[in-house]
């Protein structure tokens, strides 16, 4: 099965006009039609995908960041 499947909700113009939350409340992979005399509006939202790679290199971005920790003395202090 392909990752490409996306739902599809069709909105009027008057709905999207009377509460836009409809297109921000779209979740990852599905779509709204809105459509109109000439032909019509599709939004999608994509899926976002992040492989392990980034994901580390992401968290080793974060450390980077943070001032160091000496876990010894914060244990010690616990007791």
């Known amino acids: 099965m392909s990752d490409n ?3 599809m909700k069709t ?3 008057r709905q999207l006009s009377r509460k ?3 297109i921000s409340g779209i ?5 709204v039609q809105i459509p109109d005399r000439k032909g019509g509006l599709t939004l999608t ?3 976002q995908s ?3 790679d980034e994901m580390f290199t ?3 971005r974060l450390v980077s960041q943070c001032p160091p920790l000496d876990t010894k003395t ?3 202090e616990g007791e």
């Open 20 to 22: 836009p939350s409809l």
């Open 58 to 60: 992401e968290l080793d």
């Open 45 to 47: 939202r994509g899926k």
């Open 50 to 52: 992040i492989t392990a």
């Open 11 to 13: 909105i009027t113009s």
């Open 27 to 31: 979740k990852p992979g599905e779509s």
């Open 5 to 7: 499947i996306v739902s």
């Open 74 to 76: 914060f244990l010690e």
